[in-house]
């Protein structure tokens, strides 16, 4: 079965940085293009960043240059490095195999992790 799961949130002040991770299991790890994407309160699912099995990666316009995408195949793990982080970026953090066809995602279809929500705030 495939399995998501997202750590590595929490309550951090403005400026600080997280590093989030998603732990995979059950599928071609790999082979397999890995999304994050965020839900704010009382707002949308927004697609964050994307990486492919060759390590490319691809972002939301609003955060390139802070969060960085990265894999470890050797762990089944896609980790998202948010740095310099803003009370705009408070949300529950996802991670989703099938979810997203760049650049947009949607939680009907794919797979999807519980989230693990990060809070930015002073």
């Known amino acids: 079965q495939v399995q998501l799961v997202e750590s590595g949130g929490g309550l951090v002040q403005p400026g600080e940085s997280l590093r989030l991770s998603c732990a995979a299991s059950?599928?071609?790890?790999?082979?397999?293009?890995i999304n994050w994407a965020r839900q704010a309160p009382g707002k949308g699912l927004e697609w964050v960043s994307s990486?492919?099995?060759?390590?490319?990666?691809f972002y939301a316009d609003s955060l390139k240059g802070r969060f960085t995408i990265s894999r470890d195949n050797a762990r089944n793990t896609v980790h998202l490095q948010m740095s310099s982080l803003k009370p705009e970026d408070t949300a529950v953090y996802y991670c989703?195999?099938?979810?997203?066809?760049?650049?947009?995602?949607?939680?009907?279809?794919?797979?999807w992790g519980q989230g693990t929500r990060v809070t930015v705030s002073s």
């Open positions: 989703a195999l099938y979810g997203c066809s760049p650049y947009e995602c949607s939680k009907s279809s794919g797979y």
């Open positions: 059950g599928f071609a790890f790999s082979r397999a293009r």
């Open positions: 990486i492919y099995n060759d390590s490319r990666a």
